[in-house]
């Protein structure tokens, strides 16, 4: 399976960005996936995640903020993010996930996401 992300940037605080993550396999046949992100200096974390009934995972610090959802038709995922602020500045990175968020099939190469303040 291959995940290749789009949609990252500069953008300001309090502005939006949405991400894309198309795969390379039908997203019917992928139990869950998942926007995970490392800031420098960071341990990579899951900010949200979606599986294949529908379920949604989000960290506490994007609750509110971050959307993700998926576009069956295009095998394609998203992270819709709104009122960025500069602590969400990371590389961002789309992935498949089998029995937990440790647990990762296969990871998309990344697209970076800075938050000027």
């Known amino acids: 399976v291959q995940l290749v992300e789009s949609g990252g940037g500069l953008v300001q605080a309090g502005g939006s960005r949405r991400l894309s993550c198309a795969t390379s396999?039908?997203?019917?046949?992928?139990?869950?996936m998942g926007w995970y992100r490392q800031a420098p200096g960071k341990e990579r974390e899951l900010v949200a995640g979606?599986?294949?009934?529908?379920?949604?995972y989000y960290a506490d610090s994007v609750k509110g903020r971050f959307t993700i959802s998926r576009d069956n038709a295009k095998n394609t995922l998203y992270l819709q993010m709104n009122s960025l602020k500069p602590e969400d500045t990371a590389m961002y990175y789309c992935?498949?996930?089998?029995?937990?968020?440790?647990?990762?099939?296969?990871w998309g190469q990344g697209t970076q996401v800075t938050v000027s303040s």
């Open positions: 992935a498949t996930i089998r029995a937990g968020p440790d647990d990762v099939d296969y």
């Open positions: 979606l599986s294949s009934g529908g379920s949604t």
């Open positions: 396999t039908s997203i019917f046949s992928i139990n869950a």
